[in-house]
């Protein structure tokens, strides 16, 4: 494993563009040294941008990540940081399922107003054919 990384290097093995990273290191989330211009990264902030790109994709805010990235290298275990993602996992879980039930309310409304529609349309194709039928 690599002990430093560029940034393209980063962007490259996780998919992100440079703004991206300078993005999440202006937010104090990364901090890589200084070799004149040239940023380098070293494993630490490759695991933070790592943990930041799968709180992204778990739906985490940025805000949300950054608390439970914050807490990574911090002395002892990670219990803390563990604890944390898991109620976070639970809060997501509990608005998704929430969401899940709410659309499938909505697609039923829908579905019935779908329906309505249709014989509304059956209704007047039948009156204008019954209409035409009798001139």
């Known amino acids: 494993m690599t002990s430093s990384y ?3 290097e980063l962007a ?3 998919n992100v563009t440079t703004r991206t990273i300078r993005f999440y290191e202006e937010k104090g989330l990364l901090n890589p040294a200084r070799e004149g211009n040239r940023r380098i990264y070293g494993p630490a902030d490759r695991t933070r941008l790592r943990l930041i790109l799968r709180g992204k994709r778990l739906g985490f805010s940025l805000d949300e990540s950054a608390e ?6 911090s002395a002892g275990n990670n219990r803390r940081q563990l604890e944390k993602l898991v109620s976070g996992i639970r809060e997501k879980q509990i608005g998704l399922k929430q969401q899940q039930e709410d659309l499938a309310v909505m697609l039923a409304d829908l579905k019935d107003a779908e329906r309505k ?3 509304a349309m059956d209704e007047l194709d039948q009156k204008s054919t019954a209409r035409a039928g009798n001139n």
């Open 12 to 14: 490259a093995e996780f």
């Open 68 to 73: 439970i990235v914050l807490m990574y290298g």
């Open 6 to 8: 560029t940034i393209s």
């Open 117 to 119: 529609c249709l014989e």
